[in-house]
């Protein structure tokens, strides 16, 4: 069975500044990777995604991704903050042949002026 | 494309009533989950379908039912509604198993329960 701990339940940061948002997952097969972004009061949207190749993930808004097999995590990251940016980010998981994505709890990045 | 839709957007009950929230998905995605998300707890799944006619449970099932009877059309029923479903209702859609478990969500419904 896959699990998802995203360590951190809210993260304040100030605009302009770099994030780190870190997931841990735990797995005993090879795992797709998620992150999505809930903005206030509604739905959760794709940001990226990882399921082979480049370790270094790609997503919309600025965002990126590592994939580190050894350790276990997905950390998502941005260089640069903005207040548009306030949001609940979400970690899941999945494994080849399960049929359900595991979500962790999330963790509310809060941008500050 | 509308992508995922859900009805209704909000609502209140009283204890003991019942309802039903329809969720509709227009991009004949094969797979269709309802979950719950409440504070500190993210997301939890209650129920899912992994084809039309069919039905699964999920992480917290009690309470609910469900039935997908078409294709685009997946729907939560709550039979005798209890304070302690009060909550944000999202439902998702996605190819499952042939396309990663990618799911895309609902804007949700929020239901109060008193």
């Known amino acids: 069975a896959q699990s998802v701990t995203q360590l951190d339940s809210q993260v304040p940061v100030f605009e302009e500044a770099p994030v780190e948002l870190r997931c841990n997952y735990s797995s005993s097969v090879s795992v797709y990777l998620f992150w999505y972004v809930q903005y206030p009061n509604q739905g959760l949207q794709l940001l990226l995604k990882y399921l082979s190749g480049s370790t270094l993930v790609k997503g919309i808004n600025g965002f990126e991704a590592e994939f580190n097999k050894s350790q276990t995590s997905f950390h998502l990251r941005k260089p640069s903050v903005h207040i548009s940016d306030t949001a609940e980010y979400f970690c899941a998981v999945s494994a080849p042949g399960t049929d359900k994505l595991i979500f962790g709890t999330g963790t509310r990045l809060q941008v500050f002026p | 494309n509308a992508g995922v839709t859900q009805t209704p957007k909000f609502r209140v009950l009283k204890t003991g009533q019942s309802m039903t929230l329809l969720c509709a998905q227009d991009m004949n995605h094969e797979y269709m989950y309802w979950y719950r998300q409440d504070p500190g707890m993210g997301l939890r799944l209650i129920h899912y379908s992994v084809g039309e006619g069919t039905t699964a449970k999920g992480e917290v099932p009690d309470g609910y039912n469900v039935s997908r009877l078409k294709k685009q059309n997946f729907l939560l029923g709550l039979e005798s509604a209890a304070p302690s479903q009060t909550s944000v209702y999202f439902c998702?859609?996605?190819?499952?198993?042939?396309?990663?478990?990618?799911?895309?969500f609902g804007p949700g419904t929020r239901l109060t329960v008193t």
């Open positions: 998702a859609s996605g190819q499952g198993v042939f396309h990663w478990n990618e799911q895309y």
